[in-house]
């Protein structure tokens, strides 16, 4: 599946991960990340929601491999993101708050751009970054530039961005949340059926609870400093409970502790 | 409403007739031309306003070949600046103890008076065009390497974020995204030293080279003719015009995704 490597995704361990910054304007230390434990299986589409400032950025920095743990370890397989870098060229892919598409790249240029990075043959890149954007709807978009398409076209060519690598681990970080409802429950959608299609493993970061149970499987709260507060199997609830979910979670947010119905499956 | 095929192409180019110059300049010959007969009268030297039919004689005797020679230092100490200065920002862009300990010397590079790199060149180099290269390169490279390190520095952190994510080689890194982003800064950068450039370059001609149009105005001096000083100026401002005008077509051609 994965034109980077043959086999499926590997699992996500995460291990007394610690995460401390130094603030130079406060000349304070942050603790963004403190001690988080969290497995991730191959395939899993999770969603990790928390309130503004929790650490879930960093959370999403590390997964990525740009900063590396204060303490603790977090591993992808047997490798980790940060000290194999290169590794995962290909593997990893994102899709950001706002599309962060490149300007004087056409909707084609942009979404082949990953493929260009692993080096694959440029026929074969303009092929598959064609027949990504296709399927997300923008056949008719191929030469456009970024300036000349919506908010919601846009963020369509940053998911066939990531999605033309076909990578084991998709990460997503408040990526819908910048967009209208409608388009942002449409991306979601098309976003989480093609993760499944391609069999990854697919994280989605927000602070807004009904994109978090939305996602299905799983949400992982996230208190201050990352503290894992709840970790819903969302798939086990009934959709009718879906409200009182929803009520535990806002509640479990506010109290930076877990809600007593939230635990009733474990 | 219905727009003709001409309206949906896009302009090729918007021409409009440059009134305003050719009314200011056609004012300034005429003063020219009154006052260069009212020199006797006004007991000025007839030799220090010359009429209008002596500086068209004297751009008819003006010689190609000391303006290719010119045009060609030009270019050649802008291309070896443009380059320098731009792996030096890359350099310094990669490494912050590299830039802490060249930006006081590029500062101090950038303050000293063109006289005396000139005066430098003399002392230091036998070569005439060394001489010319190395006044030309030492004045425009730091430009180039300020101008081009700042665009960098300003190349937003989400682009850089993004790019990162998708773990591109340091060379992918500069080719993908660096230098596509600091494209429209190259350019203005390219029209501020060409002006630079043509400028500097006729001084440093001045000092040994035998050609070239820094010569030519050194030797019209000589001969007290202003009438010869006045045509190879206005050789050299046509030269200038003209080189912009030429950035700013490829200007235009490369920056289409910004309109
Ligand atoms: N590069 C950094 N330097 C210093 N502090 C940081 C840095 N990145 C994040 N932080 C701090 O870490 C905390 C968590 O931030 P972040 O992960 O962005 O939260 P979230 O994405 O959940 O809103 C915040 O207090 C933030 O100020
Ligand atoms: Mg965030």
């Known amino acids: 599946m994965n034109i980077a490597a043959t086999g499926g995704p590997p699992s996500i361990e995460v291990r007394g991960l ?43 920095d590390m997964m990525i491999g740009l900063e590396p743990p204060t303490e603790g370890t977090l591993r992808i397989g047997d490798k980790s993101p940060h000290a194999d870098f290169d590794y995962f060229r290909g593997k990893i892919a994102t899709v950001f708050q706002q599309d962060r598409l490149l300007p004087w790249r056409s909707a084609l240029d942009n979404a082949k751009l990953p493929l260009e990075l692993i080096g694959l043959p440029e026929a074969e890149q303009r092929e598959r970054a064609m027949t990504w954007l296709k399927r997300l709807g923008l056949g008719n978009f191929i030469n456009a530039y970024p300036h000349e398409l919506s908010g919601g076209m846009r963020q369509r060519v940053a998911i066939a961005r990531a999605f033309v690598v076909q990578p084991d681990i998709l990460l997503a970080d408040e990526a819908f949340g910048h967009l209208d409802e409608v388009t942002a429950a ?81 | 409403m219905t727009a003709s095929n001409d309206e949906l192409r896009e302009p090729v180019r918007n021409f409009t007739f440059p009134r305003h110059t050719l009314v200011s300049l056609l004012i300034f010959a005429a003063c020219w031309e009154v006052l260069s007969h009212l020199a006797p009268v006004l007991g000025i030297p007839p030799f220090a306003i010359p009429s209008l039919v002596k500086i068209a004689k004297s751009i008819g005797t003006i010689t190609p070949l000391d303006i290719a020679v010119t045009l060609a230092r030009v270019m050649a100490a802008l291309v070896a600046s443009f380059v320098l200065g731009l792996a030096l920002a890359m350099a310094m862009y990669r490494s912050h103890s590299l830039e802490k300990y060249l930006h006081p010397i590029i500062r101090l590079f950038m303050a000293a008076p063109v006289v005396s790199w000139i005066l430098f060149a003399v002392l230091w180099f036998p070569g005439v065009e060394f001489r010319i290269g190395f006044v030309l390169v030492v004045v425009c490279g730091p430009v180039f390497l300020v101008d081009t390190l700042d665009a960098m520095r300003s190349v937003p952190r989400e682009l850089r974020h993004m790019m990162q994510s998708f773990r591109p080689t340091t060379f992918q890194f500069f080719i993908k995204l660096m230098l596509p982003a600091i494209v429209p800064t190259i350019f203005t950068s390219w029209k501020v030293n060409i002006s630079l450039a043509i400028r500097v370059v006729t001084i440093a001609e001045l000092v040994g080279a035998v050609t070239g149009i820094g010569h030519q105005l050194s030797v019209a001096q000589e001969l007290f003719s202003v009438a010869d000083v006045f045509a190879w100026t206005i050789v050299l401002v046509a030269l200038l015009f003209m080189l912009e005008a030429v950035v700013a077509r490829v200007e235009h051609r490369l920056l289409r995704w910004r309109t």
């Open chain 1, 18 to 60: 610690r995460k401390v910054f130094w603030q130079a304007t406060s000349g304070q230390a942050v603790v963004a990340i403190d001690r988080l434990d969290l497995t991730i299986a191959p395939r899993e589409v999770v969603a990790i929601v928390g309130q503004t400032g929790c650490g879930k950025s960093t959370f999403f």
């Open chain 1, 186 to 266: 449409e991306l979601r959608e098309t976003f989480l059926a093609l993760a499944r299609e391609c069999g990854s493993t697919a994280i989605l970061i927000t602070h807004q609870l009904e994109e978090a149970i939305g996602v299905g499987d799983r949400v992982v709260v996230f208190g201050t400093s990352a503290k894992l507060l709840a970790d819903i199997p969302v798939a086990q609830w009934p959709k009718e409970q879906y409200a009182v979910l929803r009520e535990a979670i806002q509640l479990t947010l506010q109290n930076n502790s877990a809600d007593p119905r939230l635990n009733r499956d474990r």
